[in-house]
C-alpha cells in the first residue's frame, strides 16, 4: 500500500534527536508521502526546508488560530513569499480555535480571512483548523464559498451538521487516530461511514493524537502510525484496506496538486 500522511508536524523539536529513524519507520509502514504542516512563519521555515531535504515530502505555510495575536502584515507577506517554492503545496493550518483562546478571537478572524484570500490568490490548497467555534468558521467559509474551497478539515471531530456543510463546500475531511479511541472515537466511526471515499484523507498529526494501540506505548505520535489509522478506517468502513489506500492516496495528490 502507498500511504500518503496528508498532516504531520515532522518540523517538531521533539524529532530533532531522532528524525532520520522516524522517517525510517515511515517508509517501513508504506508512508510514501507526508505533508509538513506549518503554524506560524518559523515552523513554516522549517517545513519548507524539511520538505526539501526528505524525499516523498512537501510543506504548508501558514498561522494558525493559536498564533493569530502574533501575525502581522509583515508575517503574511513572509509566507507568501515562502509559498513561492516548489515545495509549498498548500496554505494552513489555518482556522478558529474557541476552545483554548490562546488568541483573541478578533484576531483570529482577521487573520483567517487575510490567509482565506492569500490562499485563494496563490491558487493553493487549504488546511484547516476548526474548534468549538459555535458556527462561526461555517460562516466564514460561507462568505468564501461562491469563490471556490479547495481544501482539508484537518482533524475533523465535528458534528453531522459540521460535516454535511463541509461536503456541500466541497472540502476533504481529514481523519487522525481519534477514530480508533474507543470512546473519543464513538461518534467518528459512526460518520466515516457516511464520507464518499473521494473526500477522505488520512493523518496522523504527529506528534499530536497517537491512535490505538500505539498510544498505550508511547506519548508521541509519529507518521507511521498513519497505517494504523488507515487500516481501521478501512475495517470501520468495511473496505479492502489497500483499495481505500489507494482511493486516499488519489485524493491527497488531487488536493495538493502532485502526480499521482
Request: hydrophobic fraction near 40%; glycine fraction near 6%.
Amino acid at each position: 500500500m502507498r500511504i500518503f500522511d496528508s498532516h504531520c508536524h515532522l518540523d517538531d523539536p521533539c524529532y530533532d534527536h531522532d528524525r532520520q529513524e522516524v522517517l525510517q519507520r515511515a517508509r517501513e509502514a508504506g508512508v510514501a508521502a507526508m505533508m509538513i504542516v506549518g503554524t506560524d512563519r518559523s515552523s513554516s521555515d522549517k517545513a519548507v526546508r524539511l520538505a526539501a531535504e526528505v524525499k516523498g515530502c512537501c510543506a504548508s505555510v501558514g498561522v494558525h488560530p493559536h498564533d493569530a495575536r502574533d501575525c502581522t502584515d509583515s508575517v503574511i507577506a513572509g509566507l507568501r513569499k515562502l509559498a513561492l517554492t516548489d515545495e509549498v503545496r498548500a496554505w494552513g493550518e489555518i482556522g478558529l480555535d474557541f476552545n483554548r483562546m490562546y488568541s483573541p478571537q478578533a484576531d483570529q478572524e482577521r487573520w483567517f480571512v487575510r490567509q482565506l484570500e492569500v490562499a485563494r490568490e496563490m491558487n493553493l490548497a487549504l488546511i484547516f483548523h476548526e474548534r468549538d467555534s459555535n458556527g462561526r468558521f461555517i460562516e466564514l467559509l460561507s462568505a468564501h464559498a461562491e469563490a471556490g474551497l479547495r481544501g482539508v478539515i484537518h482533524c475533523f471531530s465535528g458534528s453531522h451538521e459540521e460535516l454535511a456543510r463541509y461536503l456541500d463546500f466541497g472540502l476533504y475531511v481529514g481523519i487522525t487516530g481519534i477514530l480508533t479511541m474507543k470512546q473519543r472515537g464513538a461518534a467518528l466511526r459512526d460518520m466515516v461511514t457516511i464520507i464518499p471515499a473521494e473526500r477522505l484523507l488520512v493523518e496522523t498529526d504527529s506528534p499530536y493524537l497517537t491512535p490505538a494501540p500505539e498510544k498505550n506505548h508511547t506519548r508521541r505520535n509519529e507518521p507511521a502510525f498513519v497505517r494504523t489509522v488507515l487500516l481501521k478506517l478501512a475495517e470501520v468502513r468495511k473496505e479492502n484496506p489497500a483499495v481505500l489506500a489507494e482511493t486516499i492516496w488519489n485524493n491527497t495528490c488531487r488536493l495538493y496538486g502532485l502526480k499521482t
